[in-house]
Every structure is written in structure tokens, then in C-alpha cells.
DNA sequence: CAATAATCGAGACGGTACGTCGCGTCTTGGG
DNA sequence: CCCAAGACGCGACGTACCGTCTCGATTATTG
């Protein structure tokens, strides 16, 4: 998964295999630095330092700093929940609120950050990101749209693409550029404005 | 408007007068290379290099590279269209069209990706950018949605924050994490799904 | 002289002139370091903290440690002491002696084993030591040769460069190679036995 | 002979015995780099690569760098030439006259400049090189005086030290401050100034 | 013949020093 | 007071080797 991992082929490479020991080490000291100093305040040289590890031991691992991060934080990854399938609303709902609750985690909101501040730079990771992380999210949120579409919960010619961008945007908006932390309601009200609709009657 | 301005009183310092041409320079120089090489392969040294410019000329105007960038950056803001009056729909889609187009542009996608990469680090300058930018533009939507509520185009007990970030993040998210530049329809078919809701009739 | 003089001429270059106080704390940090733990346990990190410097300050300087500590052993050059004029004898006496003095000395030692070592790979700081350090010696000890030539107290047809250095050689290959520190006699010993050969009368 | 040679007893350890083919390989790397790149571009790392051979393959042989360069310098020692025994001149001419010839090959100046520039560090090798490479030298030419003094062909109470430095240190000096390549006729000058002796007669 | 044991190549390990780059500050002579 | 130029102390960068270690594979001698 991560850039680390050895590849999944059955061959051993010669020489003595990598240290998963020192690669748990260095994933955790990250995660220390990065929670303690933001992503800034955080080089290798320290990382190895916290680690117990010599910096060649982290660059024959990772390239540079923002692969790391990346790797690091992809360790946190909390996986959407799975939707009860009751109710389409509920369900809805429930996705929202988990996805407030995990853009309130600071240290999500700097995996988000880091994305897309160095990303650009980094088209290989964004992709990887993009396929393993995002896209598998929001599949989830996909499902449960075309579900409604089928039972009738939701108007049966909705676009679904649409409707997906407007729930993940509403949070990542809200939350990014929101002056205050996202208020508890919210995934509520935004669930509410989008069944309804903004248009009058 | 920028930091770098002198201050608006009729008072004029004593001295020799700070050289607009070498402002002007500055700006340029770090836009060229904001361009080139991104955020993160930039620094004040290759600034004031491109510039043609001693490096203090750049610190006496601006404490650091993140103030320049919002300067830098700023000259570029290209303000969301006056809403026609007209119809509340169809200002409502030119508004998000106009945010399609500018999320297009590579240079706005960097405006965005270095507020948001590295301005957590710099909570100040995102106040300031949040205060300047950001919420000018929301202010034009809001009062396109709560016009909307008045005349009735709209439902009446409408919920315009929620409406507001599900608008601007349907953008946000579509055009960062998509796969592709949005596409030409995109803009209609949000403000068509908010309207309606996705929700039965 | 050394590499890192400004260069003789009166143009000043611009910018911040470099500060005379770091050159001389670096020169005499790395002295300091010399005589405690040789040429092989000095480094220009070690250098730099000791002298409160940055390491690019001592790059700006010299290219790298060997010229470095060529500059800086230079500074502690005795240079042989002026011969008297009364008796040719006497004066190879007290110049040998001066030698093997300067060589019981290991910060000398230490010079030359330098020039050995790294000399080859550093040519043009060999020809620069050769002209402004080895070159002036010899030539002390030449004109004394040439003038015992002529006031016949040496040879009239004496081979000047041989016996040049036969002297020199004697101390080098003696204080090198020998397995105890150079005794009190030698001096004499060496002159007595070039003055008077070694081939049976 | 080297470090590395296996004990002369008749005992064999258990286990896989040594490949003399890597010894081989090993020592024939470190001239090679030796002559390329001198002892101070030369480490063991590259050796072993060179060699096609495992660095422990090195460290299990010799303990370090020093002592590697020593065994493989060993393997290059020319002798001094066995003296003729007719004419102590025409011996001792012969010995300087080989001297200044190993001084001219590029591989045994640098033998020496390993040993002169690093050999202070390192005691415990110089003090092996000097009983097995420098004073079997030194006794051949001492021999050679001394049977001088007893045939009549020296003087009777020739100062053997003093001469003997007088020329291994001529050659010494002259070769390695020499700003050109030894001259053909310098050892025969050296021999007969050393004879005649410098004093007037 | 199988077990044992040292060696082989390869290469990862924790370190240290390298020489470079950029930071933000400072210090020149000259407008 | 500003300008350009550039040196300053500092700290992180990514690389190269150090000497040690751990792999699986090989190659002898011993039981």
C-alpha cells in the first residue's frame, strides 16, 4: 500500500531484508512530529532522530518528506461507516456526520492539506491517493445515492455525481474556510437542504 | 492593499522613496516563478535573484515569503461577475460557472493549494485572506439565495449557509479530486439538483 | 597568501565585506582542533562549531579541509633563522639545528605529513607551498653554500643543490623514519660529516 | 605475510575455507583504486564493488582501511638491489641510483605518502612498515658503509647514521620537493659530494 | 550421507560528516 | 532613507562511507 511496502511478489530481493521494526518507528515518530509541530515544523533530519534511525534508513524508504507525510497520515486513513441500508436518509446522514468528525481532526485536516498544497508536485502520489483512498469513499456514498434512486427514497432520474460533489463539497467547504469548527448540526441540515431542494414548491 | 503599501496618510516619510519599480518587479518575479515551479520551489533568494533586487528590499516590505505570496497572488483575484437581477437561477449558474472557469485556471488551482497547504501554518494570513477574499464572494452568493427566499424563486425557510457550502464545495471537491477538468455542463447540473432536491416528490 | 586573502588589488567588492573576526576564529579553531585530535579527527563541522561560524562561511573561504588546514598550519611557519655571516660552519650548524627543531614539533610534523599525504591529489597547493614556503628556505641554505664556495671554506667546485639537500634529506629521512625523537648531536654529527666526506683521505 | 594470511599451522578451521580468489580480487581492487583515485579517494566500499566481493568479505580479513592499504602496498615492495661487494662507491651509487628510480614510479611515491600522511595516525602500522619495509633497507646500505671503513675505502671513523641518512634523505628530499623529476646523474652527484665531502681540503 | 560450521554475495542498519541551499539579519558604498 | 550586493549564523537537505549486522546460498570437514 504505502511506497514503503516491499512488492507483493513471492521473490526476496538478496541482502538483508528492511526492518519492519525501523519502518514502524519512523511511520510513528511522523505521526509524533506532525501532531506536535504541524507539517512544517517537521524534517527527516528530526524524524530520524525521534525514530532511532539513521536518515538513509527513511530515504531508502521514501524519496523525500511529503511521500512520508503521505504514508504516514494514510495510516490513519478511518474508513467511512458502513451504511445501515434502513434508511436512505439516515444513511445519508450518517456519512456526513462521519465526515465532519473526521475533517475535525486536526490531523485529517492536515493529510487534506498536504494534498492539495504539494500535490501538484507529486501527480504520481495524487493519483495513488485519489484511487485508493478517495475514490473508495466515495463509492460508498455513490451506492447509497443509487439505492434511493431504486426504492424511490430519491427522485429516480437523480445525478448522482452532482449530488456526491455537493455532500463531500458542503464539508470540505465548510470545514476549510469556516471561521468556526463545523457545528453539530450541520450534516443534518445539509442532508435536509439537499433532499428538499432549494427550489420553491 | 498589500502589506507592502505605503500607508495612506498624506505624511511622507523622509528619505528617499521606496522604488515602485522595484515593487512591481518583486510581484512579477514571484508570480513568474509561483507559475514555474509552484509554492513549495520558491523562496525569497531566487525572488529577489529574477527580480534584479537586494534581498532586504523584499523583507522591508514584506516579513516573509507567505505575505508575498498573498500579495502576489492577490493582484490575480478575479472577483466573482455582478448577478444580473434577473433571475435567481440563472445568476446562481453564472456564479458557479464563473467559479468553474477560475478553479480551471492553474494558477487560481496554486492560489487555493497554497492557502490551503501551508495556511495552517499561517493562521494570521488566512484570517486576513478569509476576510479579504473569501468571504466577499460568499456575501454575493448569500445574497443571491436569501433574494431568492423574498421573491419566492426560492423556498422560504431556505438554510443559506448550507446552501452556500453545498454550492461552492460541489466546485471545491469536483475540481480538485476529479479525475478530469470539469466539464462544460457540470455548473447546470448542480444548480438543476439544488434546486430540485434529490429527494422524491 | 593564504587562500583566502582577498586579492591584492584595490577594488573592493561589493556587498558586505567578510568579517576578518570569523576568518581568525576559524583559523585558530582549527589549530585548536589540530593539536588535539590530529588531521585525521578534524572536520569542517567540528571546525565551525568550535569557531561559532556557520559552515558556509568557511566554504566561502576554502574549497575544502586540505586547503583549510594548509592556510592554517601556514600561519605557524618559524622561519630559519638568519645566518650570522661569521663562519660557514657555524651557520649550517644552526640552520641544521633550527630544522630538527622545528621538526620535533608535531604541529610541523603534521604540515608536512600533510603535503605528503594529500599533496598529490592537491597540485596546485603544492606548487603554491613549494614556491612560498619550501623554495625561501632552500635558498637560505644555498646562499650559504655558494658563500662558503667562495671564501674557501668550502669546496671551490662544490655541488650546490647535492649538499642542499643532503642537509635537508638528513633531517627529514632522520625525524621521519626514526624510531626516537631527534637527538642533540645530530645536527652536528650531519654537518662534520658532509664537511668532511665520507671517503678516506 | 599480510594480515590476512591464514596461520601457518597445520590446523584447518571447520568450516567453508577462505577464497583466496576474493583475497586476490580484494588487493588487486585496492591498487587499481590506489593508483586511480589516491589513498584519499579510495574506501572500502568502492574496493569491494570493484572487486565484486562482500564488504564483511573485506572487514573479515583486514580490520579496517590502514591495514588493507598496508598489505596491498607490501605486495608492490622492490627491494633494494643485493650490492656487488667489489667497490663501495660502485655499490652505494648502485643502491641510490634504485632508490631514485622507485621514488620515480607513481605507485611507490604514493606508498610513501601513505605512510608519511597518515601514518602518524596510525602508530602501530608505521611502526610494522619500518621493521619490515624501511630498516631492512636501511641495513643493506649500512652494511655497505661499514665495510667501508674496514677496507680502507671510507674513512675509518665514519659516522654510519649520519651518512646513511644524509642519503636515503637526499633522494627523499630532492624527489618529493623537487619541482621537476629526478635527474639522471643526481645520484652519482649525491655519491661524490658525499665522499669528497663539502669542506675545502 | 547428513549435519555442522564458516564463508560467500548482497545489502540494510545506526551513525557521522560532507558540501549545498535557503532562511532572515547585517553591513558595506553609493544614490 | 533606500538601493544592490553579498556575508553572517543557522539549520535542514540529500549523499557517501563507516563498521556492524543479517539474510539465503555455498562449500568444506566431520560424525
Known sequence: MGTASTAATGQRRPGRPRSERAERAIIEATLALLA?????GLCIEKVAARAGVGKAT????????EDLLLDAVACLKAPLPEPRGLSVRDDLLALLEAMCEQFADPCHMREFALLLGEGAAYPRLMTRYT?????????????????GAVT???REDIDVDAALFMMIGSVLARSRYGDAPVEPGYARRVVDEMLSGIGAR
Chains 1, 2, 3, 4 share one sequence.
Not at 527513511?58 to 518528506?65: A, E, L, N, T, V
Not at 473508495?136 to 445515492?145: G, S
Request: charged fraction near 40%.
Open 152 to 154: 424511490g427514497e430519491l
Open 36 to 40: 506536535e509541530s504541524g507539517a512544517a
Open 58 to 65: 527513511i530515504y531508502r524508504r521514501w524519496p523525500g518528506k
Open 131 to 147: 484511487e485508493t483512498v478517495i475514490e473508495p469513499r466515495r463509492e460508498v456514498i455513490r451506492a447509497v445515492l443509487r439505492r
